[in-house]
C-alpha cells in the first residue's frame, strides 16, 4: 500500500478506516527496521525533512502567471492530430501532387561560403526540437554573415531613420545594395566579435552606445546647399536627417509629459476601444473609449491590436498596420496628422492633464509656461516662445496652451 493511497483512504472520514490506515502504516514501519538497515532509514528520514521543506517552499510561490506558447501534446479536437514532439517527414513531391512522395528531404538550411554546412546533422529518431535548435544554431552561427549584417543593419535604421541597406528584410540580391558596405562588415563583425569599439561581443546595448555617441549621429540637419546638389537625398549622411517620431513614441510622450504614463511591465496588454457585437462579428469601436481610463496609460508596446481594425489615431500618425509586415515605416506629413495631434479626444484630455500638472507644480502662469517647455522639449523656452506662449495661456487657457505645446514640430520631430 503506497503513501499516496493511504493519504487518500484516511481522508474519507471514516474514523474505524482510518484506525486501520494507522495499524498497517505501523506494521508496515515495524517491517522497514527488520530489513532495512539504520544507516537507510535515517537517510530516509533526512530526504523526507528536505521533502517536507522544499513543499513548504513551494507553497509560498506566487501563482504563476498565464503563459502563451505552442504546445505539442494536447487533446485533438476535429480532424487535428498534434505532433507530440516528433518530426514529420518531408518529401520531393512528384510534380507538386501533394500524395507522390519520392525521395525524403532532410532537415537542413542554405549553404553559405565559408565553411557553414547546410545540411543538420540529427540522430534517425530526432525530435521537431532537435530541428528547432539545429536551426536556431545554424542562424547564430559566426560564419552566418547574413544574421549580424541584419542586425546591425535594422539598428542602424532605428537611429538614423533608413538602414545602412535600405531593404532591411532583403539583405540579398533582390534588395537595395548598402550605400556603405565596408561599413556595415565592419560593424556586423564588431558586433559580432567585440573589439575596439564594442568590448561586450553581442552586446546590442553597447551597439546602440557605439552608433549614438557617432559624430554621424551627433550632425546637425542644417543645409548646405554644395552638398545638397551632390547628394540630395543624404544618402552618405552629410547631414542628419529629421525625422518624426512613430505614433507610439508620440503616444507615450504625450502621456508622460501629461504625468499619466503607468510604466507597469508585463501582463496582458490594454484595449483602447469598446467592443461591441460580440456574439456575431466583432466590432471594436475606438471613439467610444474613454482617454481617462487609466488602464490605458500604459506604453504603446502593450496596447491590444485588432488586425481587422486599426486604430484610427494611430494610424493618422503612421502607426504599421498590424496585419503586414512592415520593415519600415511611411512617414507622410498630412493635415489629417496636424488635426489628430490638435483635436483627437485622448489629445485634448491629456493636455488638461497636463495644465493640471503644471497648476500643481507652479502658481505663476509664466513658471507654469516655462515648466511646460522644459517638460514638452527638454530645454528652456526662447524669450519670444515664453511671451507668445504666455499670452495664448491668458487668451485661451492653460489646457489650450498645452494642446499648441504638443503640436509644435519640436515636440513630434528628433532634429
Not at 74 to 88: A, D
Not at 102 to 117: D, I, S
Not at 157 to 163: E, I, K, N, S
Not at 217 to 229: E, F, I, K, P
Request: hydrophobic residues 40%.
Amino acid at each position: 500500500m503506497t503513501e499516496e493511497v493511504i493519504g487518500a483512504l484516511a481522508g474519507t472520514g471514516s474514523k474505524n478506516l482510518q484506525e486501520e490506515v494507522a495499524a498497517v502504516e505501523g506494521e508496515r514501519q515495524a517491517l522497514l527496521s527488520k530489513l532495512v538497515s539504520p544507516e537507510t532509514l535515517a537517510e530516509r528520514a533526512r530526504v523526507e525533512a528536505g521533502l517536507t521543506e522544499t513543499d513548504a517552499e513551494l507553497a509560498k510561490l506566487p501563482k504563476p502567471d498565464l503563459v502563451y506558447a505552442a504546445a505539442t501534446h494536447f487533446v485533438p479536437e476535429g480532424g487535428h492530430q498534434p505532433s507530440r514532439g516528433k518530426s514529420l517527414p518531408i518529401f520531393v513531391l512528384q510534380r507538386g501532387v501533394i500524395d507522390q512522395h519520392l525521395q525524403p528531404v532532410g532537415p537542413g538550411a542554405l549553404r553559405l561560403p565559408g565553411g557553414l554546412p547546410g545540411r543538420f546533422t540529427l540522430a534517425a529518431n530526432h525530435s521537431e526540437g532537435d530541428r528547432r535548435a539545429a536551426l536556431a544554431d545554424w542562424i547564430i552561427d559566426r560564419r552566418n554573415p547574413h544574421t549580424w549584417r541584419s542586425i546591425v543593419n535594422r539598428i542602424w535604421q532605428y537611429h538614423f531613420g533608413r538602414g545602412i541597406a535600405a531593404s532591411p528584410n532583403d539583405l540579398g540580391p533582390m534588395g537595395q545594395q548598402p550605400s556603405h558596405p565596408a561599413l556595415l562588415d565592419w560593424l556586423a563583425a564588431e558586433f559580432r566579435d567585440g573589439g575596439d569599439w564594442i568590448e561586450e561581443p553581442q552586446s546590442i546595448k553597447a551597439l546602440h552606445k557605439l552608433l549614438v555617441t557617432s559624430s554621424t549621429y551627433r550632425q546637425a540637419v542644417a543645409h548646405n546647399d554644395v552638398y545638397a546638389r551632390i547628394d540630395s537625398s543624404n544618402q552618405f549622411y552629410w547631414r542628419a536627417s529629421r525625422r518624426r517620431l512613430e505614433a507610439e513614441a508620440i503616444r507615450d510622450t504625450v502621456l508622460q509629459v501629461a504625468g499619466k504614463l503607468k510604466r507597469q511591465m508585463y501582463g496582458p496588454g490594454f484595449h483602447d476601444f469598446v467592443l461591441e457585437q460580440i456574439a456575431h462579428s466583432p466590432q471594436f469601436v475606438y471613439d467610444k473609449h474613454d482617454p481617462n481610463d487609466p488602464a490605458s496609460h500604459r506604453r504603446s508596446i502593450y496596447r491590444f491590436l485588432p488586425r481587422s481594425q486599426p486604430q484610427p489615431f494611430m494610424e493618422t500618425l503612421d502607426c504599421a498596420d498590424p496585419s503586414q509586415q512592415v520593415a519600415n515605416r511611411d512617414e507622410t506629413l498630412t493635415p489629417l496628422s496636424a488635426l489628430a495631434l490638435l483635436n483627437n479626444k485622448f489629445m485634448i484630455r491629456m493636455a488638461e492633464h497636463f495644465a493640471t500638472r503644471l497648476e500643481t507644480a507652479r502658481e505663476d502662469r509664466g513658471q507654469r509656461c516655462d515648466l511646460a517647455l522644459r517638460l514638452a522639449l527638454g530645454r528652456p523656452p526662447q524669450a519670444d516662445e515664453r511671451s507668445a506662449i504666455v499670452a495664448h495661456a491668458n487668451e485661451h487657457g492653460l489646457p489650450n496652451a498645452c494642446r499648441v505645446i504638443m503640436n509644435l514640430n519640436e515636440f513630434v520631430f528628433v532634429d
